[in-house]
Nanobody
Framework: QVQVVESGGGLVQAGGSLRLSCAASGSTTSLISAGWYRQYPGEERETVATISSSSDGSANYADSVKGRFTISADKAKKMVYLQMNSLKPEDTAVYYC?????????WGPGTQVTVSS
């Protein structure tokens, strides 16, 4: 059974930092790519950052987080991370991890990030 679980969310003051982790387990296939997404109440889920865990390891970021957030991945451990710096109240949302394992995509259940003014 494939399992994807996020951790590291919580409450932080504006200007602070959090590091989110995403652990994928139960699969013998390779981690090909991954992404972090967030969802505000009553709105559609939006892309925060994506990364290819292939040899090039290219990453892309939403304009709203560029320069503040960094996505990384450990292919061998099937782990994905999101370092979040200079957090703003508008970053408050549920953050979700999505991973491509072999031919299939999997979503985590999400973790709450709350940034206070």
């Amino acid at each position: 059974q494939v399992q994807v679980v996020e951790s590291g969310g919580g409450l932080v003051q504006a200007g602070g930092s959090l590091r989110l982790s995403c652990a994928a387990s139960g699969s013998t296939t390779s981690l090909i790519s991954a992404g972090w997404y967030r969802q505000y109440p009553g709105e559609e889920r939006e892309t925060v950052a994506t990364i290819s865990s292939s040899s090039d390891g290219s990453a892309n970021y939403a304009d709203s987080v560029k320069g503040r957030f960094t996505i990384s991945a450990d292919k061998a451990k099937k782990m994905v991370y999101l370092q979040m710096n200079s957090l703003k109240p508008e970053d408050t949302a549920v953050y979700y991890c999505k991973v491509l394992l072999g031919w299939l995509y999997y979503w985590g259940p999400g973790t709450q990030v709350t940034v206070s003014s």
